[in-house]
Every structure is written in C-alpha cells, then in structure tokens.
C-alpha cells in the first residue's frame, strides 16, 4: 500500500459547514484544510480559535477582477504548504473515505475531479440531483473541465 505524501484541501466558504467538519476528520499526519473566505467579517473568521488540528482559515480579501471562487483558490494556492493539492466545495457531502479514496486516485492515474453528489433534503431537489450528476459528469468528461466538486493534482 502507497503512502500520499501530505495534502492541502482548498476549500472556499463564508461559514462552517458540515464539508469542513467531514473534510478536517479525514486528515492525516502533515495534511492541512484550508477554509478561505473572504474577510474576517464571514462567520467562517471567528472560528479561527476554536479549530481542529490541521484546519487553518485563510482570509482571501475581497476579489477585484474576478469570482470570489477564483479569489479564494488564488490565496489558498500561495497559503498551501504541500505540493498535493485538492481543491472542493462546501455544498456537498464527503464521506469518510473522501480525501483517502481521491489520493488514491491521483496516485493511481494522476490529476482526478469527482463528481460532486448532493443529497438534497426536500423532494424537488432529489428528483433534480440525478440529472445534475449526468450533467456534471458529461460536461467534465467530454468538456475537459477541471473541477467537478473536487480536483486533486500536484503543482
């Protein structure tokens, strides 16, 4: 069995979500989450106290030419210690062998997005999930886009 070497996870928020308490359970030794928003007034700032090992909130600034997401990835790539890297979302859930199985991946066949699954809670949103996921799934396989929810590569 193949060791991944240390991890960053990127993830963009303005709050704690249930993502970055899934994701920060996953870490292992020298892996870090980053929770970047963007300034210390998003609910997300005042955590920075009270986090779990591993877990750092990365303030991006407000953006200037570009999407808040585009801003918070900027500032977290030049925050990152490690050379893994995983860029993801807060609207989704990421079980417990999320970050593990995504390394495993990347070790097995390189750069690797994943499809994010959403598990909607009211009827409207079940019934429209599936379509989301074959869309999302067709865009990033015949589109070449890059990040489906989640992106591992090294720099």
Not at 137 to 153: E, K, L, R, S
Request: aromatic residues 6%; charged residues 25%.
């Amino acid at each position: 069995m193949t060791t991944s070497p240390p991890t960053s996870v990127l993830l963009p928020t303005v709050r704690w979500t249930d993502a970055c308490e899934e994701v920060a359970g996953q870490l292992v030794e020298d892996d870090e989450l980053l929770v970047i928003c963007d300034t210390d007034t998003d609910p997300v700032a005042d955590r920075r106290g009270d986090l779990p090992g591993g877990v750092r909130i990365v303030l991006a600034g407000e953006p200037t030419g570009c999407s808040g997401k585009a801003n918070a990835i900027a500032a977290g790539m030049e925050a990152a210690a490690n050379d893994r890297i995983v860029w993801t979302d807060d609207d989704f859930r990421h079980p417990l062998d999320w970050l593990a199985a995504l390394n495993a991946d990347y070790d097995e066949q390189g750069p690797t997005t994943e499809i994010p699954v959403f598990i909607g809670k009211d009827p409207l949103a079940r019934l429209l999930e599936p379509s989301y996921a074959i869309g999302g799934t067709a865009a990033v396989a015949a589109g070449g886009i890059a990040w489906g929810g989640a992106v591992v590569f090294e720099r």
